[in-house]
């Protein structure tokens, strides 16, 4: 890994006009630095995108080719990079969120469609389903109870859901269609429950 110094200094201007005259008096402004890490990737000539970060530093995403291909969710810890695999009969898999128990969330694919996983140091790789009759789902958030929100879809749509510790799914609201990839925008995880953006609920508070 290789680590840089960046001193970060805003600077504040006050402008006055007089006579048409504009005068410019710099402010002065507190310091922050801050260490830059590179995190690396999964092989030599690869790429890394980081998603998330614990309150341990632990780091969350994916790693693959430049052209996306071998693509695999990765855990950076301070022991290094950590390939997730995938589920099985994927080729693919990314991770999105981390708790501060070391659970990861993510999405692999399998030889049917996209599914939504749940990552642990004991259990590995874990598919967390689907509602009934749908095919396909992503984990975008988890906190730090274990409850993990993404989405589920199939023939009807595209629907919000919430994963339990115990495996439990439930359906929070039915979303309008759209693209997947745009619903990790919309749908949050908070230790006091789970909610999504814009949306007013007494069900969703208490999930």
Same mark, same amino acid.
């Not at 990552?119 to 993990?148: C, H, M, P, V």
């Not at 799914?169 to 814009?198: C, F, Y």
């Given at each position: 890994?290789?680590?840089r110094?960046i001193? @970060?200094i805003? #600077?504040?201007?006050a402008?006055l006009?007089?006579a048409?005259?504009?005068?410019?008096?710099p402010?002065?402004?507190q310091?922050?630095? $801050? *260490? &830059? +890490?590179?995190?690396g990737?999964?092989?030599?000539?690869?790429?890394? /995108?980081a998603r998330?970060?614990n309150?341990?530093g632990?780091v969350v995403? @994916?790693?693959?080719?430049?052209?996306g291909t071998?693509t695999r969710?990765? #855990?950076?810890?301070?022991?290094? @990079?950590?390939n997730l695999? *995938?589920?099985?009969s994927g080729? $693919?898999?990314?991770? !999105?969120?981390i708790?501060?128990?070391?659970?990861?969330?993510?999405t692999?694919? *399998?030889?049917?469609?996209l599914r939504? !996983?749940?990552?642990?140091r004991?259990d590995?790789l874990?598919?967390?389903?689907?509602l009934f009759?749908d095919?396909g789902s992503?984990? !975008?958030? /988890?906190n730090?109870?274990g409850k993990? &929100?993404?989405?589920?879809?199939?023939?009807?749509?595209?629907?919000?859901? #919430?994963? @339990?510790p115990d495996g *439990?799914?439930?359906?929070?609201?039915t979303?309008?269609g759209?693209?997947?990839r745009d #619903?990790?925008?919309?749908?949050?995880?908070h230790?006091d429950?789970v909610?999504?953006?814009? +949306?007013?609920?007494d069900?969703?508070?208490?999930?």
């Amino acid at each position: 890994m290789r680590a840089r110094n960046i001193a @970060k200094i805003p #600077l504040a201007l006050a402008v006055l006009g007089l006579a048409g005259v504009i005068v410019l008096q710099p402010v002065t402004a507190q310091v922050n630095t $801050y *260490t &830059v +890490v590179e995190l690396g990737a999964l092989t030599e000539e690869g790429v890394g /995108i980081a998603r998330d970060i614990n309150n341990s530093g632990h780091v969350v995403g @994916k790693s693959g080719g430049e052209t996306g291909t071998d693509t695999r969710a990765v #855990l950076w810890t301070t022991r290094g @990079k950590e390939n997730l695999g *995938t589920l099985l009969s994927g080729d $693919y898999s990314g991770a !999105f969120a981390i708790n501060n128990s070391g659970e990861v969330v993510g999405t692999s694919n *399998t030889d049917t469609a996209l599914r939504a !996983f749940r990552w642990t140091r004991r259990d590995g790789l874990q598919d967390l389903g689907t509602l009934f009759e749908d095919n396909g789902s992503e984990a !975008f958030g /988890i906190n730090n109870g274990g409850k993990a &929100v993404g989405t589920s879809s199939g023939s009807t749509g595209i629907r919000a859901v #919430l994963w @339990k510790p115990d495996g *439990t799914i439930t359906n929070l609201v039915t979303l309008p269609g759209g693209e997947v990839r745009d #619903l990790p925008l919309v749908v949050a995880a908070h230790d006091d429950g789970v909610d999504l953006d814009g +949306v007013e609920s007494d069900a969703l508070r208490r999930a």
